[in-house]
């Protein structure tokens, strides 16, 4: 059974910290990504990773980093947390292929007061 | 640029009623297309999705969805709803030809509540 894991489902941060969010997969998938669900605007990808050590910006990258160290992590980083960045983060994993499914760890939900 | 557009936010059937979710893509050849489901408090899990040949696809949990070039849209149906089927859906679109292939676009979603 394919699996998604994501360290933590809830998070309380203060404004001004680092925080880091674990997203690991065990398909051996070449493809991770980093979305935010806010309710109204769907999901917005932040970063794509199509290789170890390879990322991409997506759509609304500001205020974040991504590292892909290993092949079956991908880790999202906020250098300085904002209150703007209270959120539901969702990793998903795909192969490399067009067309490509792709699998949902169940999101983190973060609270930046 | 690929697009997708669901054009309800927020619809209420009846346990029992049939069901329609309306998709629309913009893309400029045939794209892949996705319905991805998302129950409260977990991820996405994907319904079904469509690459090429017969237009109707089958889907899991009793869902099916029917590309139809003419109107660039992908809707999701369901005979019967039930209870459990309350949740928020997502279509997505994908690129055929991509540089980054394995991204898709995603809807804004929408949000299905079911009335006993």
């Known amino acids: 059974d394919v699996k998604v894991t994501q360290s933590s489902r809830y998070l309380v941060k203060r404004t001004g910290e680092k925080v880091f969010l674990e997203c690991v997969q065990d398909?051996?998938?070449?493809?991770m990504f980093w979305y935010r669900q806010d309710p109204g605007l769907g999901l917005r990808l932040i970063y794509f990773?199509?290789?170890?050590?390879?990322?991409e910006k997506g759509d609304i990258p500001e205020g974040y980093s991504v590292s892909r160290e290993k092949k079956e992590r991908f880790s999202l980083i906020l250098e300085s947390a904002s209150t703007n960045q209270t959120s539901m983060y969702l990793c998903?994993?795909?192969?490399?292929?067009?067309?490509?499914?792709?699998?949902f760890g169940p999101g983190t939900r973060l609270l930046v007061l | 640029a690929q697009s997708v557009t669901q054009p309800d936010i927020h619809i209420t059937v009846s346990e029992g009623a049939s069901l329609e979710l309306r998709c629309n893509y913009s893309?400029?050849?045939?794209?892949?297309l996705f319905w991805y489901v998302q129950s409260p408090g977990q991820g996405l899990q994907l319904l079904l999705k469509?690459?090429?040949?017969?237009?109707l696809v089958q889907g899991i949990k009793g869902f099916e969805a029917e590309f139809k070039r003419s109107q660039s849209s992908f809707n999701l149906r369901k005979p019967s709803v039930h209870w459990s089927d309350a949740a928020e859906y997502f279509c997505?679109?994908?690129?055929?030809?991509?540089?980054?292939?394995?991204?898709?676009?995603f809807g804004d979603g929408t949000t299905l509540t079911v009335k006993p």
């Open positions: 998903a994993s795909s192969g490399r292929g067009s067309g490509e499914t792709q699998y």
């Open positions: 398909m051996d998938h070449e493809n």
């Open positions: 990773s199509y290789d170890v050590k390879m990322k």
């Open positions: 893309y400029g050849a045939t794209p892949y």
């Open positions: 469509y690459f090429s040949g017969d237009t």
């Open positions: 997505a679109v994908g690129a055929r030809k991509n540089t980054n292939a394995g991204k898709s676009t």
